[in-house]
């Protein structure tokens, strides 16, 4: 698949967008050293404006790049299959199982963050216990909430504004 200078520019800009969201925007949750954020939002809009493929990857890059730089090192595999995972799924629920349904991201934004958390809370479970897995499944799901909220209310003000198809269109 051959990539060209624009798409490949659009889709740094989103991972810059996912990591800003992600590593700026986070709440410290004390009890478990972790933090919530708003990068989900952003991981949303990628696929919604590149796409399935190029979006995943933007959102994976930009949260993976966030764990790095913010000092959680250890998460940064985990955080890139699994956004990429929440992001890919999303899309193919909106572009192949839904397609040209106005709510078909949102549809496909719930499987992929139904995924996210159970992909996460793997990841704790196995890696660092059951305990901690139990322990943020409110936090995870409430971030994954919040990120879709926020996602539907930044597309719902580009869709009426008419910026949402001129963005697809760059």
Do not use: N
């Not at 943020?136 to 990120?147: H, K, L, R």
């Amino acid at each position: 698949m051959r990539i060209s200078m624009k798409q490949l520019t659009k889709a740094a800009m989103m991972a810059a967008i996912v990591f800003l969201c992600t590593y700026v925007f986070k709440i410290p949750i004390a009890a478990t050293g972790g933090y919530t954020h708003l990068g989900d939002c952003a991981v949303f809009l990628s696929v919604l404006l590149l796409g399935r493929r190029q979006g995943a990857l933007a959102g994976a890059i930009g949260a993976a790049m966030a764990d790095l730089i913010g000092g959680f090192a250890f998460w940064v595999v985990p955080t890139f299959l699994i956004k990429g995972l929440m992001a890919l799924a999303m899309g193919t629920v909106s572009e192949k199982l839904l397609p040209g349904k106005r709510a078909g991201w949102l549809a496909g934004a719930a499987v992929g963050g139904a995924l996210q958390v159970a992909g996460y809370q793997a990841v704790k479970y196995f890696l660092i216990s059951p305990e901690a897995a139990v322990a943020t499944i409110p936090t995870v799901t409430v971030q994954t909430v919040a990120g879709i909220v926020l996602a539907a209310a930044v597309i719902s003000l580009l869709d009426a504004s008419h910026v949402l198809h001129r963005l697809r269109e760059l």
